[in-house]
Structures are given as C-alpha cells and as structure tokens.
C-alpha cells in the first residue's frame, strides 16, 4: 500500500537559515502533493501544491520540489524566522485520487 | 475566507456514550472529510463524503458512522464511545469534481472518552 515518511518528526534550525523539509513516498507515483501547516491546537492550513509535470513551485519564501525519480518532495523556508515555528504535513492523494493521506509531519522550531 | 466550523473545541464523555461531533461549511464545498489526530500517528481518515447522503469509509473507519443530509454539513458519530476513542477530531471541506483542490480545516474537537 501506498507509503508516506516525512524523515524528520523534529528540526531545529537558527533564524536567517533554510529549513529543508523531507516528504518520501512509496508503492506509488501521486499525481501531485500538497503541503500543509499546522499550528498546535489549530486545524492545518494549506501552503502549497505541485503537480508531477512541475520540478519547483515558489509562494513567497516557500519553495517545493518534487522529484518523481526520488519519490521525494522537498519543501524549503528561505530566511526563516520563529514565526515560521509549526508542524508541516506533506499530503499527496491516495491512489485512487479520492482522498489525500497526511505525513506525519515534521515539527519546526526557530529560534532567534 | 472559507469558514469550516466544528460543534465544540472540547467534549469530555463516557464510555458507551453516543456521541455527535458536527460540522458545518459555508463555502458549498461538495467534499467533506473526517479525520483524527494522535501523536506520532498523524492525521488518519476516517469517513468523507463527495456528495450529500454520500460517505466512504477511510483508512480507520471502525467505531464510526457518518451523516449527510445537508451539503454544508457533516456528522461524526460513535455509536459507543471508547477510550481508545480519545483524540482530537478534524473536520475538513474541499471543492468536488477530479481537481487537486485544496482542504480547509476547521479547529478541531478535542474529545476525552473516560
């Protein structure tokens, strides 16, 4: 069945820097991916999405990378401030496009 | 702004309890979607619905059932409520159709079965 890893549950990177955040997929070739925030207490927010056709997608200081060689989409900050502290969920659709499947997340903390 | 609304942020019942977690769309999405919350298992699917009196079952769908008799609306029921059943519930919407359309989640119901 199909698989979702986000490697990292936590990262902790200093304000100014590039966070890189990894999302993995298995046993499938997703159409596209999603990326979400998620504050505590809160529902996730959606961010980004990057279809198959599309190496690189930017919104701002966001950028996304999906690479379907790797099966790996890479989700980077650029000058990342502690605002931008949150957990990020990657979520490509399950197999029969019906539904997205949530990564575990990946928990960023700046500090300043 | 698309509003997705939740019932109760809190909710504390006992075992064997019925309980009712709605939630309401104000965008006439025609998708809706269940979801829990536990740590270190992420977000899990349980129901969602494309359509009204439509649902189908996700990936833990067990100890659940779903309502849909209005387009706006959605309802999570426990027929009887278990411990195991504690966690923070998510409600979500998207539009329809075969697109990529993004979901939007309400805030959550955090519910303690004890």
């Known amino acids: 069945s199909q698989k979702i890893e986000q490697n990292s549950e936590a990262l902790n990177i200093q304000e100014g820097k590039t966070a890189t955040l990894t999302c993995n997929y298995t046993n499938y070739s997703p159409a596209y991916l999603q990326w979400y925030r998620q504050d505590p207490g809160r529902g996730p927010v959606f961010l980004l999405l990057i279809r198959e056709n599309e190496k690189e997608k930017r919104k701002e200081r966001l950028k996304v990378t999906f690479d379907t060689t790797l099966k790996q989409s890479l989700f980077h900050i650029t000058a990342s401030q502690p605002a931008d502290s949150a957990t990020y969920l990657c979520?490509?659709?399950?197999?029969?496009?019906?539904?997205?499947?949530f990564g575990k997340g990946t928990t960023l903390s700046v500090s300043s | 702004d698309v509003k997705v609304t939740q019932s109760s942020r809190y909710l504390v019942k006992r075992t064997g309890e019925k309980v009712f977690l709605e939630c309401v769309q104000d965008m006439d999405h025609e998708n809706m979607f269940w979801y829990r919350q536990d740590p270190g298992l992420g977000l899990r699917l349980i129901y969602f619905s494309y359509d009204v009196k439509m649902k189908e079952k996700g990936d833990i769908p067990e100890g659940y059932s779903v309502s849909r008799e209005k387009k706006e609306r959605f309802s999570l029921i426990l027929e009887s409520a278990s411990t195991n059943q504690t966690s923070m519930y998510l409600c979500?919407?998207?539009?329809?159709?075969?697109?990529?359309?993004?979901?939007?989640f309400g805030p959550g119901t955090r519910l303690t079965v004890t």
């Open positions: 979500a919407s998207s539009l329809g159709g075969t697109g990529t359309y993004e979901q939007y």
């Open positions: 979520a490509p659709p399950n197999q029969a496009g019906t539904a997205l499947i």
